[in-house]
């Protein structure tokens, strides 16, 4: 009887401990794998392959204030209420697009994919009440934004060094050029083309330490010298303005962009493919 018990007692201990060391190591490599597994999902999943042919809509702001008063219509054009650009930021944010900086889509566009819902804003010149009134609503939505500067025009209307530098280490702001002095750059020579690109450019760069490889022709003006120019000068893309948002994967040098009004509807704008 003793002796049965003992067998017993013996056969217990032996499936107790190989039970146990038979499902502790099944057990930990099935999670970290589910883990591994979801994680590259999640990154593959992140854009979508383009075509020759893709929708992004390219918005260009200028000024986020009211009119000055006795303003004509066509100055009045270039301004946006500071409650007009919340509303379009709110709209991007509860539609869910994926706003990006110029110099990131440019980069995506090159490797073949963009995010599903894409957009970029820009706003052209650098003028100060972008720092006063559009930086703190791009902070408080955590949305991004592109300035293109003209880097040669310095006063009190236009953003200074110690705002550039602030809003550059922001996270939601970077900076690329609208050549130096706004220069119309199909009305002068191939050297005046090549001052205003390439001062800009390095002037741009000094200030942000930063790469500039996207310009945004003044009054949209460009031509087949402006692009080799710039080509030349180690830009990788140019910004028109020509109301599409279809853009074509071999001619980032005429990337469309819609100017934003205060009347401009702006959902219109980022939903519909305009095939053109």
Not at 67 to 88: D, H, L, M, V
Not at 169 to 191: A, I, M, N, W
Not at 210 to 223: E, K, R
Request: charge should be negative; charged fraction near 25%.
């Amino acid at each position: 009887m003793i002796r049965i018990k003992k067998q017993y007692f013996l056969l217990i201990i032996c499936l107790v401990f190989f039970t146990g060391c038979h499902n502790r190591p099944v057990d930990e490599p099935s999670i970290n794998t589910d883990v591994e597994e979801t994680t590259l999902i999640t990154q593959e999943n992140s854009y979508i392959s383009i075509g020759e042919e893709f929708h992004l809509p390219i918005l260009a702001f200028h000024h986020i204030a009211n009119a000055p008063a006795g303003a004509s219509a066509n100055t009045r054009q270039w301004y946006i209420s500071t409650e007009r650009f919340e509303e379009i930021l709110k709209l991007l944010q509860e539609q869910e697009y994926t706003v990006l900086f110029a110099t990131e889509a440019v980069t995506l566009i090159k490797e073949g994919h963009l995010s599903e819902k894409p957009v970029i804003i820009t706003f052209d010149d650098g003028a100060v009440d972008f720092y006063t009134n559009a930086y703190p609503l791009l902070k408080k939505y955590n949305i991004k934004a592109t300035v293109h500067l003209m880097s040669g025009v310095k006063s009190k209307a236009w953003l200074n060094e110690t705002q550039i530098k602030e809003m550059n280490g922001s996270g939601v702001v970077e900076f690329q050029s609208h050549t130096q002095y706004h220069e119309y750059l199909t009305r002068v020579d191939k050297e005046d083309v090549r001052r205003e690109l390439g001062n800009s450019k390095k002037q741009i760069e000094k200030l942000t330490g930063d790469p500039v490889t996207v310009i945004a022709y003044p009054f949209g003006l460009y031509n087949d010298e402006v692009i080799e120019v710039a080509r030349e000068l180690g830009y990788e893309a140019g910004f028109t303005i020509d109301r599409k948002t279809n853009q074509k994967i071999d001619n980032l040098f005429q990337l469309h962009r819609v100017i934003i009004t205060e009347q401009t509807n702006v959902e219109k704008i980022i939903t519909i493919d305009d095939k053109q």
